[in-house]
């Protein structure tokens, strides 16, 4: 099909709209009161955009079409190589006209314009008697994402309909711009996030560490700040850090770097795990803008049998016995980092050989309309199969809690003692009790 000589056929017979109430009725459905024509074109406009997905925001705009002026409408993408099809149809799709008309019609009769975006363009195809197409570019700016292409046997569109039309593809535009960088500054932060999360410090080989994080259920959620960490310490010792920074997005991302760089720092001086929430806590609330962060911290010391916590505003961990049975620890709960309001605390606990410790974020239990205690008691009621290693009890954790679902990411730190043979190490024999 030489689809230039057809677009060029058309051009030369496409008519102006008619002006309202001339050459036809107004659009289908059409109220004759200006107040009620307002409202029900705030009605369909604010149905459009609803979502961050283009493809609904698509599928919303060629229904509101339809049910403006009647017919059929779809979205005509094009790609490097011209027109890819028509998407989100609706209404009564068998009068939509051959996509590679369209484009053609549409590049030939409607080129870009300085000053402003495209005007509404109405044709007739050929072999389609009585068919009318009208065809609004999606532009928003410079960007143009497609044309709304509506079609109707009858009469033809009207002066009227043509500009409602107009206002809701420029509506739908600008929300798919809108999309588009929201999923640019998504992508970029969970790029980040993943960078960050794919290289956790090495524990000492007496400890086996497994690590999960997973995006919130829909894959256009905005990322979150979570994180985990493993830093390693004198005296065989392994500080095992969750943290949450509050808020999504390309910042909570960029503040939980910060986070995690400044508690790295802080712990290289193997402080006792309250005194790094503390130093922590004071930075944070020096710099301004940085967002608060819940964190708890837990200094596993394998060859003494002995488990350290300290919490900023965090949820408690989970430690599982060798027999598969779970209990939450008591752990102080001092204010969130960044609040500047210190007072951290510490409790010890013991960490026998097979005992599996998690860590963990709140996405991983909670669930809306549902009390934390509850939320708490869910996880703390699983059983595990004696034996498993610290990577099956992690995706024994998520399956059962459905956390691939839930509503904020997940992050998810799992520990349990290596057994190593001989003695302790002089290291740590010589090591001091006092911390």
């Known amino acids: 099909m030489d689809v230039r000589g057809v677009a060029r056929w058309i051009q030369a017979r496409a008519g102006s709209l008619p002006p309202?109430?001339?050459?036809?009725?107004?659009?289908?459905?059409?109220?004759?009161?200006?107040?009620?024509?307002?409202?029900?074109?705030?009605?369909?406009a604010d149905?459009?955009?609803?979502?961050?997905?283009?493809?609904?925001?698509?599928?919303?705009?060629?229904?509101?079409?339809?049910?403006?002026?009647?017919g059929a409408a779809a979205v005509l993408r094009r790609g490097e190589h011209?027109?890819?099809?028509?998407?989100?149809?609706?209404?009564?799709?068998?009068?939509?006209?051959?996509?590679?008309?369209?484009?053609?019609?549409?590049r030939e009769a409607q080129p870009p314009t300085a000053g402003g975006p495209p005007r509404p363009w109405t044709g007739r195809p050929p072999g389609s008697p009585g068919l009318t197409v009208l065809c609004v570019a999606l532009t928003s700016g410079a960007d143009r994402y497609g044309v709304l292409v509506a079609a109707r046997r009858g009469s033809p569109f009207t002066r009227t309909e043509a500009e409602r039309l107009a206002l809701l593809a420029e509506r739908a535009a600008s929300h798919i711009r809108h999309a588009r960088s929201h999923e640019l500054v998504d992508?970029?932060?969970?790029?980040?996030?993943?960078?960050?999360?794919?290289?956790?410090?090495?524990?000492?080989?007496?400890?086996?560490?497994?690590?999960?994080?997973?995006?919130?259920?829909?894959?256009?959620?905005?990322?979150?700040?979570?994180w985990c960490e493993t830093v390693?310490?004198?005296?065989?010792?392994?500080?095992?850090?969750?943290?949450d920074v509050m808020g999504h997005g390309l910042e909570a991302a960029v503040d939980m770097s910060a986070y995690r760089s400044a508690l790295r720092y802080i712990a290289s001086a193997d402080l006792p795990p309250h005194r790094v929430l503390r130093q922590l806590d004071d930075i944070a609330a020096g710099e301004g803008g940085r967002r608060p962060a819940t964190c708890l911290l837990a200094r596993a010391d394998p060859g003494r049998g002995r488990l350290t916590l300290s919490s900023a505003g965090h949820l408690p961990p989970l430690l599982i016995d060798g027999d598969g049975r779970a209990a939450l620890l008591g752990v102080p709960v001092g204010p969130p980092l960044g609040t500047g309001f210190g007072g951290y605390e510490s409790a010890t606990h013991e960490l026998a050989p097979g005992q599996t410790l998690v860590l963990f974020t709140d996405g991983l239990v909670e669930r809306r309309g549902e009390d934390i205690d509850s939320s708490l008691a869910r996880l703390a009621a699983l059983r595990f199969t004696p034996g498993d290693g610290v990577d099956h009890i992690l995706d024994t954790i998520l399956a059962r809690l459905d956390a691939r679902h839930a509503e904020d990411d997940v992050a998810v730190l799992a520990a349990r003692p290596q057994p190593r043979h001989g003695h302790l190490p002089e290291e740590a024999a010589a090591e001091p009790t006092a911390g």
């Open 82 to 106: 011209g027109a890819t099809g028509y998407e989100a149809a609706a209404g009564t799709t068998d009068a939509l006209p051959d996509a590679r008309w369209a484009a053609a019609a549409v």
């Open 187 to 226: 992508r970029t932060a969970g790029d980040l996030q993943r960078a960050l999360l794919a290289e956790p410090g090495r524990p000492h080989p007496n400890l086996h560490v497994a690590i999960r994080y997973l995006p919130s259920g829909s894959s256009r959620v905005l990322v979150g700040g979570d």
């Open 232 to 243: 390693r310490l004198h005296f065989g010792r392994t500080l095992l850090v969750v943290g």
């Open 47 to 70: 149905g459009i955009g609803t979502t961050l997905d283009e493809g609904t925001t698509c599928a919303e705009l060629t229904r509101a079409a339809v049910r403006l002026a009647g």
């Open 20 to 44: 309202v109430g001339r050459h036809g009725p107004a659009g289908a459905g059409e109220p004759q009161d200006e107040a009620a024509r307002l409202e029900a074109l705030r009605a369909l």
